[in-house]
């Protein structure tokens, strides 16, 4: 009805400012409306019990490749919505496109295709933009990356892009460390890009230099990157404790052992840890062979890794799963795994004045997960969208 709003009741409403037991939302044209105490319901309400369910705002995931047999380098409206709507079905209601290392007019199609896809009604998972994971990284760190088209930076290339998609580009991820990197670390921080340390060689103080130069972000923190040690902090070292650089994490036990994930929230402000999913095309998906950037994948146990070699390709987590983990192995309270994967992702794209927590005038951008941190409900801006049956 045109009138209808949706009011949840008896919530444990995660907020900025703490959780309000037994609250209420209420939902109406696409936004919220109200959190607090539960309003007199309206004749045309559509009351719904939360039952005690946590209710949280929908995660923000910025390093996602792929999902459910699609990957964002297919470049087609039927591969985004396969993959929105497998991650959105999972609690990601906004999703930055993430591409793979590839030849220039193949990144160039994406985008196009990226772009097109943005510019009609998305009916899952919203994409808020493209990270762009490569080409500009370096060889020596480059993981399940295709080493035949790691290029140097291009700043044409970006200009380009930047000028035929505006807005498009979030994230530019690239080894700091190489030749013509810091300028155009600056040219893109100038243009509103979050600019990410990936699959890099860097030294401690390299890292810092660039992040004078806007470096703000880390891709996918210890992996693919120098590892700290006591005397050569390297890149890892630099993003634990440079304030200015936001940090992702793979929460998936895989990538990074869940002590070393503690040591990030505990080096980190509380503003500047994202957790992320670097989920590929196998994601929801049986054990088998796949692909990646070109790049043969097997994956076992849930696990992916290249055919070739024993580099980790990417992952088959989910957010919620991402939540569960950060929970129940990291010893993340719920608010501050909630914080980690909407709040600062929205910080961090400049979407917090839209989306990214439970607040009146946001986005309604709202998951209702119960005590056993399983998905229950899901709304994208409003709409309400069906948790993912596989």
């Known amino acids: 009805m045109m009138n209808e ?15 309000i037991e037994g609250g209420a939302l209420v939902l109406s044209g696409g936004k919220i409306e109200s959190v ?13 019990d939360a039952q005690g369910a946590w209710a949280l705002p929908g995660f923000i995931d910025v390093h996602v490749h792929g ?37 220039k007019d193949h990144l160039s199609r994406v985008l196009a295709a990226v772009h097109e896809y943005r510019s009609q009604p998305m009916p899952y998972a919203q994409v808020v933009g493209v990270h762009l994971e490569g080409p500009f990284i370096n060889v020596k760190y480059k993981g ?14 970006l200009k380009e892009w930047t000028a035929a998609f505006p807005g498009l580009i979030r994230q530019l991820s690239l080894a700091p460390e190489t030749e013509g990197a810091l300028g155009l670390i600056a040219w893109a921080r100038e243009q509103g890009i979050n600019v990410a340390a990936a699959h890099t060689d860097a ?28 005397r050569n902090p390297g890149t890892a070292g630099a993003v634990m404790t440079d304030d200015r650089i ?5 929460a998936d036990g895989h990538h990074v052992h869940p002590a070393c994930i503690r040591l990030l929230t505990r080096s980190k402000p509380a503003d500047k840890l994202i957790v992320i999913t670097d989920a590929m095309s196998a994601a929801g998906l049986d054990d088998g062979d796949y692909e990646l950037g070109g790049l043969a994948v097997v994956v076992k146990g849930g696990v992916a890794r290249l055919r070739d070699g024993d580099s980790l390709a990417g ?41 990214g927590s439970l607040e009146a005038g946001k986005q309604a951008d709202v998951l209702l997960v119960g005590s056993d941190l399983k998905l229950q409900r899901i709304w994208v801006q409003g709409r309400e969208i069906e948790p993912f049956r596989e």
């Not at 709003?5 to 959780?19: H, R, S, W």
């Not at 459910?68 to 919505?81: K, P, R, T």
């Not at 890292?207 to 040690?229: W, Y």
């Open 36 to 48: 607090g105490p539960a309003p007199a319901p309206g004749s045309t309400d559509h009351v719904i």
């Open 5 to 19: 709003k949706t009011v949840i009741v008896n919530a444990k409403i995660v907020t900025e400012q703490g959780v």
């Open 203 to 230: 030294t401690y103080d390299q890292i810092v230099t660039a992040a004078d130069a806007g470096l703000n972000q880390a891709v996918h923190t210890f992996n693919a990157m120098t590892p700290l040690h006591h």
């Open 246 to 250: 936001a940090a992702e994490v793979i």
């Open 67 to 103: 999902g459910y047999g699609a990957d964002w380098m297919d470049g087609n409206a039927e591969a985004f919505d396969t993959i929105t709507r497998f991650h959105g079905g999972h609690g990601t209601t906004s999703i930055v496109a993430t591409t793979m290392t590839a030849p």
């Open 144 to 157: 399940a990356q295709n080493p035949a088209y790691i290029v140097p930076p291009q700043p044409d290339w």
């Open 315 to 355: 992952s088959t987590l989910t957010m919620i799963g991402a939540l569960r983990f950060a929970v129940e192995r990291v010893g993340m309270t719920v608010p501050q795994a909630s914080r980690c994967m909407s709040g600062n992702p929205a910080r961090q794209l400049g979407l917090f004045g839209v989306t």
